[in-house]
């Protein structure tokens, strides 16, 4: 964990005489998990237990979608992060995935990287409501059609 890194000591005694040294603990590059959603209007990543503090980039091929994307950063207790970010999945190509990755600015290097891949089966629940009212009214109308 991040908050047990520092200098540690070490002593040894005995009947010969007695030692001492000191070494230091750095801890590097660690993610915990992480996961994924896209939805029509939107697409989440989120990554969990970071260490160092990481940034998310957004890319759909190679259209840089990172500046306008809404990123968290929250420390928790262990002094690793929890780094949420959100973009509008609609100004992007619905047919093609978006790319999110974790960046180090510190180390320099990515950590991990997620494709997310957009369905055109979502849709929003006002135009699926909308079918379903249609094809009632259509349904009644035959009915009516039928029965004169």
Known sequence: ???HQGEYSCKLRCTFGAKSDTT??????CIGSYDSS????HAECWFSGVYPVGTVHWFQGDVNFTNSASTQQQMDR???YNVSSTIDAR????KQPYECTLWI???????????LHPSEKQED???SGSKVTLQWICVM??????MM
């Open 1 to 3: 964990m991040p908050v």
């Open 24 to 29: 230091k603990v750095i801890v590097q590059d």
């Open 38 to 41: 896209i939805k029509k209007s």
């Open 78 to 80: 262990h002094g690793r």
């Open 91 to 94: 100004k992007g190509n619905l």
């Open 105 to 115: 600015p510190s180390n320099g290097k990515v950590l991990a990287s997620q494709s």
């Open 125 to 127: 629940t006002r135009s």
């Open 141 to 146: 109308l035959g009915i009516i059609t039928f």
